[in-house]
């Protein structure tokens, strides 16, 4: 079935330092592929998303990138913050199933003061 | 204020006794989605709603049923819980899966954490 696979798990990184998320997805057809970010004991809140015919998309100090032909999307944060410490998701739609998002495992994501 | 509301926020109830747990937004929003966080296995879906009358299987079905008598509620009902049950679950809902409206934020619920006896 559709698989959207997420690395690493967990990412500890030094302040001020960069921080990047890979996720790799099955489904040829995926067109859409959103980030979103999940505080301790919060809901997850989307960050970014990328649309398939785009390359590469930036907000500030996040940026998306995704590769078709390798099926794999990633996300790039710069001088990284306290408050980027959360949970990241990646998730993929599939245009074959278009109301069936499928999400990555999550990324712990540790900033070091 | 534009929201997810969802009702309990905490549960702890025992194998077999039915249980419902309510999922309304104000946004207008055609698409309604349950899933359930786990950890090390992300964030699974359900069931899904694209529009009132109409739902669909998610990745993990089994054991879960629900509605969309209204365009604002999506309830979720545990008709004989279980202890591979006791999860964090997420009710969410964006504009729309259709067409070029697709690609669209969802917006998810505070969750519901159940523990099953």
């Known amino acids: 079935g559709e698989n959207v696979e997420q690395h690493p798990s967990t990412l500890s990184v030094q302040e001020g330092d960069s921080a990047v998320i890979k996720c790799t997805y099955s489904?040829?057809?995926?067109?859409?592929f959103p980030w979103y970010k999940q505080e301790l004991g919060k809901r997850p809140q989307l960050i970014i998303d990328?649309?398939?015919?785009?390359g590469e998309k930036k907000d500030q100090r996040i940026a998306v990138t995704l590769n078709k032909t390798a099926k794999h999307f990633s996300l790039h944060i710069t001088e990284t913050q306290p408050e980027d410490s959360a949970v990241y998701f990646c998730?993929?739609?599939?245009?074959?199933?278009?109301?069936?998002?499928?999400f990555g495992s999550g990324t712990r994501l540790s900033i070091r003061p | 204020e534009a929201q997810v509301t969802q009702n309990p926020r905490y549960l702890i109830t025992v194998t077999g006794k039915k249980l419902t747990v309510t999922c309304s937004q104000n946004?207008?929003?055609?698409?309604m989605s349950w899933y359930r966080q786990d950890p090390g296995l992300g964030l699974r879906q359900i069931y899904y709603?694209?529009?009132?009358?109409?739902?669909d299987k998610g990745d993990v079905p089994e054991g879960y049923k629900v509605s969309r008598k209204e365009k604002r509620n999506f309830p979720l009902i545990l008709e004989s819980p279980s202890p591979n049950q006791t999860s964090l679950y997420f009710c969410?809902?964006?504009?729309?899966?259709?067409?070029?409206?697709?690609?669209?934020?969802?917006?998810f619920g505070p969750g519901t954490r159940l523990t099953v006896l």
């Open positions: 969410a809902s964006s504009l729309s899966t259709a067409g070029l409206a697709g690609y669209n934020e969802q917006f």
């Open positions: 489904d040829s057809a995926s067109n859409y």
């Open positions: 990328i649309r398939s015919n785009v």
């Open positions: 998730a993929a739609r599939g245009r074959s199933s278009a109301s069936k998002i499928i």
């Open positions: 946004m207008n929003h055609e698409y």
């Open positions: 709603s694209m529009n009132v009358e109409v739902t």
